[in-house]
């Protein structure tokens, strides 16, 4: 007779604490349209990211996928000649994420994560 | 294709094995003096080291002793820089190994003591002297550069700039821009930028005459300008004459590399064609799988690849395209491109790639298409090519290696850019070397065209880089895709005739500047009317300098010539 309420009080338990977890946990995230500000404030975190350098990033980010690909930008030689690369490589990702109301950013490769000011991003 | 490939995912490993492969070929240094020598030091006891001609150490016993070293880590890739004290001459006996391991034809260089050199000319002199069949330099992909600048990033296919492409014609006063592309979906799409037409003024600057130098140094900076949401108004003339304003802001651009494709009914039958203007692309895949697709329920008889402004990309998606064209049975068992080194490292084996691999879910991204399914197959034993000077890398490849395994491919247009050449580009002590290091081959073995694939109507004997077809400049007087379009009008008249057209005068008007293009130097800034020497002004190019060279990595970057690309 007292295992039931014993039993309750734990299923409670787990519940809320998987609950917390939960809320805890980030999931990938996607930005609706419209969303230029989100844009900038991503613009300048990843350039932040990167030691303070220029990256080009496409009006739509993070609109149609949760994960931005950079790749190093094409060189060109002295005489004028771009060079790209002819063979893929591993890109360097950043990924955005939603973690109950906040939005963030996070570097796949260091696992670094920057918390945006922005709150728009959806679950995806 | 089991004996080159176990799957297709060998594809994406093999392009991070060249580059280990290489450098753990450069670190082992093969060949007998090489591998027997013992470093000599100077009378100093300073150990540095003594230059003895013709005797190499391995680079590894150079690498990372710098004059000055870096300390903390790249904030690209977060890995400490190796660096320790060192010296110059230090420095300049890893140029002279690194090149001497992995250069394609260190056999031709003339081995000098560093000691009479700077770190920047003895590198520019580790190179060969020899001229290709045209007179030109083989070798003009032989540099050095900071590190710092060259480690930018960039979402791939994303560009800053407006969405114009340009052809520069002339780069002196009285210069001549002329737009030969507007990317779709930007505001000059939008605002009707069209093709043909050529820039007058910007800002209200005359582009054309001007020769103040502070005007041009405005200029520079609204026509390569990298901070968004910047604006700038531009004066353009189109084709027919009539002047015409639009105000423009700075944008990160992102391309669209399948432009146009479509199928067309002619009396020989359905032709399809595509405009793909690049293979650097992750989701290029999924768009060419679906065209394809489509060409095979239209159940076209002809195709035309119109890659004109193709300055290349991913080998594995040209290969798959012309996987795509050519099907199972004329690539069973053959060579999409041999990646052929120096003696001292193994040629590399590219198949022709026959399913999808999901390159975008490959290289860090989500999945675009499901991978492995095989590819559409039009089963063509001929197709139609349109080219100019911007074609390049793996557009050339795509040529090449249709040619190889016996497709007759129709080349329209001018001579590709020629670079069939690659490197993997390597730091050290935080500069950054470029040093030819491979060539492409098709599955016959022939890769030699330093001067381009170029159009023939009577290819001669023993000319490889000749290739059946029409040589035709192009001339922005109708739109890309368009039937009556010089090019692809041309390849449809050979489709029908089996013979090339004869060129109307207004298709040799962009003659003179293309041919002007083929021989001048690839880089030139614009200046004082006749005096290339005269300082600083305006960066350009011609349209050759749109050439893109085959490379493995492209770790590296120059900000300062980046802004000569689309803009």
Same mark, same amino acid.
């Given at each position: 007779m007292v295992i039931k309420p014993l039993i309750l009080i734990s299923l409670t338990v787990s519940l809320l604490s998987a609950c917390s977890l939960r809320a805890n946990e980030s999931v990938a995230a996607l930005l609706p349209e419209n969303s230029s500000a989100a844009r900038a404030e991503i613009v300048e975190t990843v350039s932040k990211a990167l030691g303070g350098k220029k990256v080009p990033i496409a009006q739509d980010v993070f609109q149609e996928s949760s994960k931005l690909l950079l790749a190093s930008a094409p060189v060109t030689s002295p005489a004028g000649v771009k060079v790209i690369s002819k063979q893929a490589k591993q890109a360097l990702v950043f990924e955005l994420r939603k973690q109950g109301d906040n939005c963030i950013l996070k570097r796949l490769d260091t696992e670094q994560e920057w918390l945006l000011k922005t709150k728009l991003c959806i679950e995806k | 294709m089991s004996f080159i490939f176990k799957n297709k995912q060998s594809l994406l490993s093999l392009s991070v094995a060249l580059g280990i492969t290489l450098l753990s070929g450069c670190g082992g240094s093969s060949g007998s003096n090489d591998t027997t020598f013992t470093p000599p030091t100077n009378n100093n006891g300073d150990n540095e080291p003594t230059w003895v001609q013709d005797q190499f150490q391995p680079s590894s016993d150079f690498v990372a002793q710098c004059e000055t070293p870096r300390t903390g880590s790249s904030p690209i890739t977060n890995i400490a820089y190796p660096d320790k004290e060192g010296s110059e001459l230090l420095e300049k006996h890893w140029q002279r190994a690194f090149n001497h391991e992995t250069y394609l034809w260190y056999k031709e260089v003339v081995d000098k003591d560093p000691k009479n050199y700077g770190l920047e000319e003895y590198f520019a002199q580790l190179k060969t002297t020899a001229l290709t069949d045209s007179g030109t330099p083989k070798d003009q992909f032989h540099w050095m550069q900071p590190t710092s600048e060259v480690e930018e990033q960039t979402q791939l296919g994303v560009t800053y700039g407006y969405g114009i492409s340009f052809d520069y014609q002339s780069s002196t006063a009285p210069r001549s821009w002329q737009?030969? #592309?507007?990317? @779709?979906?930007?505001?000059?799409?939008?605002?009707?930028?069209?093709?043909?037409?050529?820039?007058?003024?910007?800002?209200? =600057?005359?582009?054309? #005459?001007?020769?103040?130098? +502070?005007?041009?140094?405005?200029?520079?900076? %609204?026509?390569?300008?990298?901070?968004?949401?910047e604006s700038h108004t531009f004066k353009f003339v189109d084709i027919n004459n009539e002047e015409y304003e639009v105000t423009l802001q700075t944008a990160a651009i992102s391309g669209v590399p399948l432009q146009l494709a479509k199928t067309i009914d002619t009396p020989q039958g359905k032709v399809g064609y595509l405009l793909l203007n690049s293979f650097n692309n992750a989701t290029v895949e999924k768009d060419l799988f679906e065209q394809f697709n489509q060409f095979s329920n239209d159940q076209i008889t002809d195709l035309v690849v119109d890659l004109r402004y193709n300055g290349g990309g991913f080998l594995a998606i040209s290969s798959q395209l012309a996987y795509m064209v050519a099907g199972r049975d004329t690539t069973r068992n053959k060579v999409y491109e041999t990646i052929v080194y120096n003696d001292k490292i193994a040629n590399q084996v590219i198949p022709f790639v026959d399913t999808t691999i999901d390159l975008r879910r490959l290289i860090g991204g989500d999945s675009i298409i499901q991978e492995n399914q095989p590819l559409p197959t039009l089963d063509l034993p001929r197709v139609y090519v349109l080219t100019t000077g911007s074609s390049c890398s793996a557009s050339e490849s795509f040529i090449n290696s249709l040619i190889g395994v016996g497709v007759e491919v129709i080349q329209i247009g001018d001579t590709t850019c020629g670079k069939p050449y690659g490197f993997v580009s390597q730091d050290n002590c935080g500069s950054t070397y470029f040093t030819v290091q491979f060539k492409g081959e098709n599955h016959l073995g022939f890769g030699d065209y330093a001067d381009g694939l170029v159009p023939a109507k009577l290819p001669e004997a023993g000319?490889?880089?000749?290739?059946?077809?029409?040589? =035709?400049?192009?001339?922005?007087?109708?739109?890309?895709?368009? /039937?009556? /379009?010089?090019?692809?009008?041309? %390849?449809?008249?050979?489709?029908?005739? #089996? +013979?090339? @057209? /004869?060129?109307? @005068?207004? %298709?040799?008007? %962009?003659?003179?500047?293309?041919?002007? #293009?083929?021989?001048?130097?690839?880089?030139?800034?614009?200046n004082v009317e006749g005096k290339s020497d005269a300082g600083p002004a305006l960066n350009t190019r011609t349209p050759l300098q749109d050439a893109i060279i085959n490379d493995v990595y492209f770790d590296k970057f120059h900000h300062i010539y980046s802004k000569q690309g689309e803009q």
């Amino acid at each position: 007779m007292v295992i039931k309420p014993l039993i309750l009080i734990s299923l409670t338990v787990s519940l809320l604490s998987a609950c917390s977890l939960r809320a805890n946990e980030s999931v990938a995230a996607l930005l609706p349209e419209n969303s230029s500000a989100a844009r900038a404030e991503i613009v300048e975190t990843v350039s932040k990211a990167l030691g303070g350098k220029k990256v080009p990033i496409a009006q739509d980010v993070f609109q149609e996928s949760s994960k931005l690909l950079l790749a190093s930008a094409p060189v060109t030689s002295p005489a004028g000649v771009k060079v790209i690369s002819k063979q893929a490589k591993q890109a360097l990702v950043f990924e955005l994420r939603k973690q109950g109301d906040n939005c963030i950013l996070k570097r796949l490769d260091t696992e670094q994560e920057w918390l945006l000011k922005t709150k728009l991003c959806i679950e995806k | 294709m089991s004996f080159i490939f176990k799957n297709k995912q060998s594809l994406l490993s093999l392009s991070v094995a060249l580059g280990i492969t290489l450098l753990s070929g450069c670190g082992g240094s093969s060949g007998s003096n090489d591998t027997t020598f013992t470093p000599p030091t100077n009378n100093n006891g300073d150990n540095e080291p003594t230059w003895v001609q013709d005797q190499f150490q391995p680079s590894s016993d150079f690498v990372a002793q710098c004059e000055t070293p870096r300390t903390g880590s790249s904030p690209i890739t977060n890995i400490a820089y190796p660096d320790k004290e060192g010296s110059e001459l230090l420095e300049k006996h890893w140029q002279r190994a690194f090149n001497h391991e992995t250069y394609l034809w260190y056999k031709e260089v003339v081995d000098k003591d560093p000691k009479n050199y700077g770190l920047e000319e003895y590198f520019a002199q580790l190179k060969t002297t020899a001229l290709t069949d045209s007179g030109t330099p083989k070798d003009q992909f032989h540099w050095m550069q900071p590190t710092s600048e060259v480690e930018e990033q960039t979402q791939l296919g994303v560009t800053y700039g407006y969405g114009i492409s340009f052809d520069y014609q002339s780069s002196t006063a009285p210069r001549s821009w002329q737009v030969k #592309n507007v990317t @779709p979906d930007t505001q000059a799409f939008t605002a009707g930028v069209s093709r043909g037409s050529k820039l007058l003024e910007v800002d209200g =600057i005359d582009f054309v #005459n001007t020769t103040n130098q +502070s005007e041009l140094d405005s200029l520079n900076s %609204a026509m390569f300008s990298r901070n968004e949401g910047e604006s700038h108004t531009f004066k353009f003339v189109d084709i027919n004459n009539e002047e015409y304003e639009v105000t423009l802001q700075t944008a990160a651009i992102s391309g669209v590399p399948l432009q146009l494709a479509k199928t067309i009914d002619t009396p020989q039958g359905k032709v399809g064609y595509l405009l793909l203007n690049s293979f650097n692309n992750a989701t290029v895949e999924k768009d060419l799988f679906e065209q394809f697709n489509q060409f095979s329920n239209d159940q076209i008889t002809d195709l035309v690849v119109d890659l004109r402004y193709n300055g290349g990309g991913f080998l594995a998606i040209s290969s798959q395209l012309a996987y795509m064209v050519a099907g199972r049975d004329t690539t069973r068992n053959k060579v999409y491109e041999t990646i052929v080194y120096n003696d001292k490292i193994a040629n590399q084996v590219i198949p022709f790639v026959d399913t999808t691999i999901d390159l975008r879910r490959l290289i860090g991204g989500d999945s675009i298409i499901q991978e492995n399914q095989p590819l559409p197959t039009l089963d063509l034993p001929r197709v139609y090519v349109l080219t100019t000077g911007s074609s390049c890398s793996a557009s050339e490849s795509f040529i090449n290696s249709l040619i190889g395994v016996g497709v007759e491919v129709i080349q329209i247009g001018d001579t590709t850019c020629g670079k069939p050449y690659g490197f993997v580009s390597q730091d050290n002590c935080g500069s950054t070397y470029f040093t030819v290091q491979f060539k492409g081959e098709n599955h016959l073995g022939f890769g030699d065209y330093a001067d381009g694939l170029v159009p023939a109507k009577l290819p001669e004997a023993g000319k490889q880089y000749q290739v059946q077809g029409c040589p =035709i400049q192009e001339d922005y007087q109708e739109a890309l895709g368009d /039937e009556q /379009e010089v090019l692809l009008s041309s %390849a449809l008249y050979y489709l029908a005739n #089996n +013979s090339c @057209p /004869e060129v109307s @005068p207004k %298709a040799n008007l %962009a003659q003179a500047s293309s041919a002007v #293009n083929m021989t001048t130097p690839t880089s030139m800034q614009i200046n004082v009317e006749g005096k290339s020497d005269a300082g600083p002004a305006l960066n350009t190019r011609t349209p050759l300098q749109d050439a893109i060279i085959n490379d493995v990595y492209f770790d590296k970057f120059h900000h300062i010539y980046s802004k000569q690309g689309e803009q």
